[in-house]
């Protein structure tokens, strides 16, 4: 049986609601050396276009490093998530479960993350981190609009943000 930790109940539909809050992603704190290594990996590639004479290559390389740089310092924004018979609620914006093929769920450092597939080819999961709410009511609750694909373990994104920390 589906607890509420949200008071709000859709009365007429007799559907139970799962509101929490959680951070955007997953932050992981940077050191100096994982800045010095950046620095370095794009001063060399900076240093092969060069003596290939690719200045396109050059400034590539340059932009790629500053957009490294200014995101890496952003610290998650708490977002409101709510599942319920509407679809699932990220702050203001409502996905009906019709746009969704599937979900999954991985772990990293310890925290679940919700990852909802989409029934485009061409899209990027959506996820929502499972922090500050009972896991299990959120599963029994997608469950029932979802099937889960159990054949993943970990994204591609989760895994290249555990790599590069970022």
Known sequence: ??????????????????????????????????????????????????????????????????????????????????????????????????DFKSFYITYTNGIATLHLTKIKKISVPISLILENVDEGQVLALIKKFLPENTKIKYSTSDILSKWFRF
């Open 1 to 98: 049986m589906i607890r509420n930790i949200d008071p709000m109940v859709n009365k007429n539909k007799r559907m139970a609601i799962v509101s929490w809050q959680a951070p955007q992603f997953i932050y992981y704190q940077k050191n100096f050396w994982w800045y010095a290594i950046l620095v370095l990996v794009g001063l060399g590639l900076a240093t092969l276009f060069y003596f290939i004479d690719d200045l396109l290559g050059i400034i590539m390389v340059a932009l790629a490093m500053l957009v490294f740089i200014v995101t890496s310092a952003q610290k998650p924004k708490k977002m409101f998530y709510k599942i319920g018979a509407e679809g699932i609620t990220i702050d203001e914006k409502i996905y009906p479960f019709s």
